[in-house]
């Protein structure tokens, strides 16, 4: 199975792994957690639909890909919920058995790398398809009517049916507002996601020890990072809206801080320390611009995307 893998013969290794999958040794089924081999699965389920050969990826290759795996996602979380199920976590085994306890913690990072992977493939899409009708703007724009025998630099020469540098102003304008409303709904679309995602998490982590994990306390944080993110209205907004917007995103990042914070104080180990020196700096600062800005001058500066550390 793991020379499948490595050659790229997804189709041969998904045969073993079903396999392995439905043998039974001494009347009993294979244990799946018995050296790790759930996460064949795993790799298996977000690999299916490639070739036998494991090329050189170009970027549009590399956007297949992607898509790919945004399509089999479904898979791996039926895949993980029915490890779930199956694996109990039990207090007796705590320690040399993997359970509910190791396996919620894959697949909700697997949900959270998968909803932030389509939101910036999203955002990139748009960004293709606005430059695409540029192109297609500049185009019509620069058409001239060549049975004009008159010098097209002439200042009284039409401007109708000839390129301006006017022309496109209005348009590109409108072209721009047009791409900032789009990427705003993307952006409300992956927000409706993230709290769909958060609220499973939070009624996961309700009781211990799950409320204690540090893995999860970790992606918990991350995941309100990336809400913190997603709060931040692209379009023009009323002051009200901005001011919602500002709101919420102050209240992802206090959700944020105090889950990593709730790591170290439980004697974890938090390696993105500097997430909670970030977080602290930055509340001093909004609280000092408060005391010094008066309510009336104040203009709410949302920069984007300044909390999730996953670029």
Known sequence: MQRFLAEGDIPAARRVFGLLARARVYGRNVDLRFDRYWEYGTEILMRAGEGWRVEDEDEDEEEVRLERAAANLAQVKAYYMALVRQHPWNKQHQLDHFSSLDFYPALFSCELEGIHTEHT?????LDKEHEADRWDENAHGMDIDHHHDRDPLDLDYPMEGRGSPLAGVGGSSQSELRLQREKDGLRLHTLERMKELTKRMDDVMLPAPFSN????????????????????????????????????????????????????????????????????????????????????ENEVTLPMYSSLPLR
């Open 213 to 296: 994990d540090h893995e999860l306390l970790r992606l918990r944080g991350m995941a309100a990072l990336y809400m913190a993110d997603l709060s931040i209205p692209l379009a023009p907004q009323s002051e009200e809206g901005e001011m919602d917007g500002k709101t919420a995103r102050e209240d992802a990042r206090a959700k944020a801080k105090s889950v990593f914070l709730k790591i170290k104080e439980s004697g974890g180990v938090f390696e993105e320390e500097w997430l909670l020196d970030m977080l602290s700096s930055d509340d001093e600062e909004e609280e000092e611009q408060e005391e010094e800005e008066d309510d009336e």
């Open 121 to 125: 493939r999203g955002l990139r899409r």
